[in-house]
């Protein structure tokens, strides 16, 4: 009931198209839903949160989804670039800080 | 935002001995710290919580005699990996909530090969 599920394991887009990747959790007691990407040999950089109260949210090119009732949340990140090629995770959080992870999406973005 | 520092970012030792990773919150205070490992292309398994003045917390299925954490001040937690072995070879991350709780900010991670 912990778990994260996580989709698409890689992605391929080409440069300027939509990028999306889908998170789906079971356990109601989550109450914050962050992103994070990261590059090979780094650690994660928190890139965009957002909490079950609120059904989307936006950052620059970058959109977190939220669908409480379906326990569903996406990232949308619009005009990709060559950039933005990393591992991207959705993870969930309980109320003791604890950041349960998804598998991973590994996105490359082709010129 | 936050800073958390990891060092060393990556370490080669020998089968059998120890190694210690240090992970500081820069320009805040912790009070707990979490531990993660992460295997190539895999997702990040958290390891254990760090609380200051307190023993750590561990998951299920890690032994706490061979990872070793200590949390001995507000702006320092280290791992110790005691008698590595081969299969100890990992990317670990340490991170650290920042003021308020709400986001969770990472190190750098450390890349350990054991020979």
């Known amino acids: 009931q912990q778990q994260v599920k996580q989709s698409p394991q890689s992605l391929i887009v080409q440069k300027g198209g939509i990028s999306i990747i889908n998170c789906a959790y079971e356990n109601t007691a989550f109450d914050y839903f962050p992103w994070y990407q990261q590059f090979p040999g780094k650690g994660p950089a928190l890139l965009i949160a957002?909490?079950?109260?609120?059904s989307e949210k936006k950052e620059g090119r970058f959109t977190i989804s939220f669908n409480k009732s379906a326990k569903q949340f996406s990232l949308h990140i619009m005009d990709s670039q060559p950039g933005d090629s990393a591992t991207y995770f959705c993870a969930a959080r309980l109320n003791t800080d604890k950041l349960i992870f998804g598998t991973g999406t590994r996105l490359q973005v082709f010129p | 935002g936050a800073v958390v520092s990891q060092h060393p970012s990556w370490v080669i030792c020998k089968s059998g001995t120890s190694v210690k990773i240090e992970c500081r919150s820069l320009?805040?205070?912790?009070?707990?710290m979490f531990w993660y490992r992460q295997f190539p292309k895999q997702s990040l398994m958290l390891m254990a919580t760090?609380?200051?003045?307190?023993?750590?917390?561990?998951e299920q299925g890690v032994e706490k005699d061979k990872f070793l954490i200590n949390h001995a001040s507000l702006t320092l937690s280290t791992l110790t990996v005691t008698s590595a072995h081969p299969e100890d070879s990992s990317f670990y991350i340490c991170?650290?909530?920042?003021?308020?709780?709400?986001?969770?900010?990472f190190g750098s991670g450390t890349q350990l090969s054991v020979l």
């Open positions: 320009d805040f205070q912790a009070t707990t």
């Open positions: 957002i909490r079950p109260d609120v």
């Open positions: 760090s609380n200051e003045g307190s023993k750590a917390t561990y």
């Open positions: 991170s650290a909530p920042g003021t308020g709780g709400a986001k969770l900010f």
